[in-house]
T-cell receptor, first 114, second 109 residues
Framework: KAGVTQTPRYLIKTRGQQVTLSCSPISGHRSVSWYQQTPGQGLQFLFEYFSETQRNKGNFPGRFSGRQFSNSRSEMNVSTLELGDSALYLC?????????????FGPGTRLTVL | GQQVMQIPQYQHVQEGEDFTTYCNSSTTLSNIQWYKQRPGGHPVFLIQLVKSGEVKKQKRLTFQFGEAKKNSSLHITATQTTDVGTYFCALYNFNKFYFGSGTKLNVKP
């Protein structure tokens, strides 16, 4: 079974631009979560999608948004980029929403904002 | 919001020494998960603990969930250079995953 894939792997943008990141979950997984990882703040939850619906959201500004398609693939968008948005963005998939199942992480997208 | 404290932040050990990282919460947890992230890699699920006082072993790794379900630990016996990485605990609460800050393990050969 193929793992979680994320595209692109690396991205360089300038302040004020917007960016869209993509995540393809493991086949059969319906839940996709997004995380931001930085050296200072660690792994922070952005949002989770399940069956095309946002299930919950972390404490991030409205510039961060996402969506999920009927095939469970997910995208996240960051508008009006700021220098502080430079981070590794990870997505993770799991079979069902709920507490008792492991998350499978993708390799991440390394975003650099100049 | 829900927080889980993880200590220590860093640990440097000589190969063959033991290593332990701890996660503590002020509230009772329904479950806790552990992940490992190698340098330059992504988090990989290790285990999930659910029951009070639960102890699970994976080769040289021993995971414990406290009796009060407010703390957990990961112990590695006789570390090897392949154990290098950052170990995170994570809890699921209010439909969100909360990760500890991680313990970065460095093993000197």
């Amino acid at each position: 079974k193929a793992g979680v894939t994320q595209t692109p792997r690396y991205l360089i943008k300038t302040r004020g631009q917007q960016v869209t990141l993509s995540c393809s979950p493991i086949s059969g997984h319906r839940s996709v979560s997004w995380y931001q990882q930085t050296p200072g703040q660690g792994l922070q939850f952005l949002f989770e999608y399940f069956s095309e619906t946002q299930r919950n959201k972390g404490n991030f500004p409205g510039r961060f948004s996402g969506r999920q398609f009927s095939n469970s693939r997910s995208e996240m968008n960051v508008s009006t980029l700021e220098l502080g948005d430079s981070a590794l963005y990870l997505c993770a998939s799991r079979q069902l929403a709920g507490e008792n199942n492991e998350q499978f992480f993708g390799p991440g997208t390394r975003l650099t904002v100049l | 919001g829900q927080q889980v404290m993880q200590i220590p932040q860093y640990q440097h050990v000589q190969e063959g020494e033991d290593f332990t990282t701890y996660c503590n919460s002020s509230t009772t947890l329904s479950n806790i998960q552990w992940y490992k992230q190698r340098p330059g890699g992504h988090p990989v699920f290790l285990i999930q603990l659910v029951k009070s006082g639960e102890v699970k072993k994976q080769k040289r790794l021993t995971f414990q969930f406290g009796e009060a379900k407010k703390n957990s630990s990961l112990h590695i016996t006789a570390t090897q250079t392949t154990d290098v990485g950052t170990y995170f605990c994570a809890l699921y609460n209010f439909n969100k995953f909360y990760f500890g800050s991680g313990t970065k393990l460095n093993v000197k050969p």
